[in-house]
Every structure is written in C-alpha cells, then in structure tokens.
C-alpha cells in the first residue's frame, strides 16, 4: 500500500513509519503544519516531504494517514475520502469538539480510526470470554506523567479547542474504545473533570459509564504518583483483570482457583493495525474500528463533558 502521511511526532516516528517499511508499504510523502519540523521528520525517514498544498499529498498515493492534532482529524479525512482515497486516523476522531465536527461520511468502508487496542490477542481473549459472562463492576485505572512546559511540542494536547480535549479525549479515548467494544454502548455517562491546565484541559476524569447489568468507573490521570494502566472486571464469582493493559498478562480468577495467561501483543502495536486496514480496502469490508465506531467515543467523551458541566448529573451518550 502506498500511503501519504498528514503529521509527525512520536507515534509517526516510533509507530507508525517502522510498521509501514516492515509490512512493505511504501510512504511516498508526509506533510505537516510546520514545514521545518516536517522536513527533518521526513529526512530522517529518506521519504519526500510534501508541499503546503494537500493536493501534493493526496498524488500517486492509496491512503492517507491522519496524525495532526485533533482538531484537523475530521476535515482532513473528509478531503481524503472525497478524492476517491482510504484514510487512517489517529484517536479520537473529534474527543469533545462541536457535533457537528466528527461525523465522517465513509459509504465505501474506506475510513478507520487507529485503536490498535481492539486487535491485541488479550482483548480477543475478554471478548471470547464475555460471550458466556457478563461482569456486574468494570474498573478502569490510568495514570502518566505529562506536564508540557511553554514550546514543548506536546502542549496543544492542553488546549481542548485543539487537541478535544485533556486526558479523557487522549488516553481515556483508547480505554473507552475497548469498553465500547467489549461491553457496547454505555446507557449513561456520570464524570467529573478537573485540576485543568491553562488553556482549559483536564488532567484527571472520572467517569462513571452504566449497562444493563454492569457498571463502570473509570479514573484517567495526567499526574507524577507512579504510572498505573489496568483494566478489571468483575461479578458472579470471577475476575479478569490485565494489569499492565498493554502486556498481555490475563489473571482469571474464579471459585475453582487462579490462573495467570500470556497473550503478549505485537511489539508494535501499528503493524497488525496497518495490516488489518490494507486487507480491509483491498477487501472491501470495515477496518478494526471503522469511522462510526470511533465516533461512538466521541459520544460518550462528549456526554461526560455535559455531565461534569452538570456537576456529575447522568448524561445519555449521543444526545445534545
């Protein structure tokens, strides 16, 4: 596949370019805002950096790959698929912008959005077990460092008019994406957001998600206590918890005994996400998460922001 690349940074360096030269897919150009900081990204990667105009990007190439700040996310796929091309998008789609911002028309199964997460051997591991069981509590946990000072390349992650968001729209994104995918969508939505930055984004949320049976929490953290990434559910006499999420280690617990499980994940995580979306437009058929699916997020990132607006009053997803 013949890919074109919007945006630069940690995950199209450390991610995304590697998984593409393994799998033999050809980047032809990579453009960004700042043409300077584009350039010595695609200089270090011996691929063309494209001109100010997207056109150029959008030449000789079969897909795009989407990683600019949030706030471009949705025009760009939208420019990508009105040319007739197959778009990648990092997450979230849209986080907590305006509505009317993150719907994607994609008739043709041609738009995804990259949470890479749903393809992990231990997550297909908690759905195959969830079609016998259904968990009563559901505990979300993460926590990292992130603490931007002025010129730091990160720091539009703090303006939620550009980045949609604080730490619930960036990491919280791709932990609410796996409940989504797990579990389905959350009937109702209670957060509360706080210790902001600045420019208004939140480093900690804690949001509270309801199903017919189950209940969730969850408590996402921008903060120096030491870092913490596990995903726990409970009810009706088991326990499945991963603790860290990204390393595979499955720990069942049930009345008969415990057991500990290895279903450790690609070294890099871009590699089957890539691979999947090459097979689904050469296919035919919808990406691991296609648009719509990512869009589900949005929904419920967008109802905790009401709720906490409401000092924690249930917020419906996708309503408003």
Not at 50 to 65: N, P, Q
Request: glycine share 10%.
């Amino acid at each position: 596949m013949r890919w074109g690349i919007a945006g630069y940074g940690d995950v199209v360096e450390r991610r995304v370019l590697p998984a593409m030269r393994l799998l033999g897919h050809e980047p032809l150009f990579l453009w960004g805002r700042d043409r300077q900081r584009a350039r010595a990204c695609a200089g270090r990667w011996r691929i063309p950096v494209s001109g100010t105009d997207l056109s150029e990007l959008l030449t000789g190439v079969d897909a795009v790959y989407v990683a600019t700040p949030v706030v471009r996310h949705v025009p760009l796929a939208e420019h990508v698929l009105k040319a007739g091309l197959a778009v990648l998008v990092e997450k979230p789609l849209a986080g907590a912008l305006p509505a009317a911002s993150s719907p994607v028309t994609d008739e043709g199964h041609r738009a995804g959005v990259a949470y890479y997460r749903r393809l992990a051997p231990a997550v297909q591991r908690l759905r195959a077990e969830l079609t016998t069981w259904t968990p009563e509590r559901v505990d979300v946990r993460f926590r990292c460092a992130f603490a931007p000072g002025p010129g730091h390349p990160m720091l539009w992650r703090t303006d939620p008019a550009v980045s949609g968001g604080g730490v619930l729209a960036d990491a919280g994104s791709h932990r609410l994406d796996l409940l989504l995918t797990l579990l389905g969508r959350p009937t109702q939505v209670r957060a509360r957001l706080g210790r902001r930055f600045p420019a208004g984004a939140e480093r900690c949320a804690e949001v509270e998600l309801d199903w017919p049976g189950t209940r969730g929490h969850c408590l996402f953290e921008w903060g120096d206590a030491p870092p913490v990434d596990r995903l726990a559910m409970y009810g009706r006499g088991r326990a499945l918890v991963l603790d860290p999420l990204d390393r595979g280690t499955l720990t069942v617990s049930r009345p008969d005994g415990v057991r500990r499980e290895a279903h450790p994940p690609h070294g890099n995580p871009h590699v089957p996400l890539l691979s999947d979306f090459a097979a689904a437009v050469r296919e035919g058929r919808p990406p691991v998460c296609p648009a719509a699916e990512g869009a589900l997020v949005d929904d419920v990132i967008r109802a905790a922001d009401r709720s906490a607006a409401l000092g924690g009053a249930p917020v419906r997803p996708g309503q408003g």
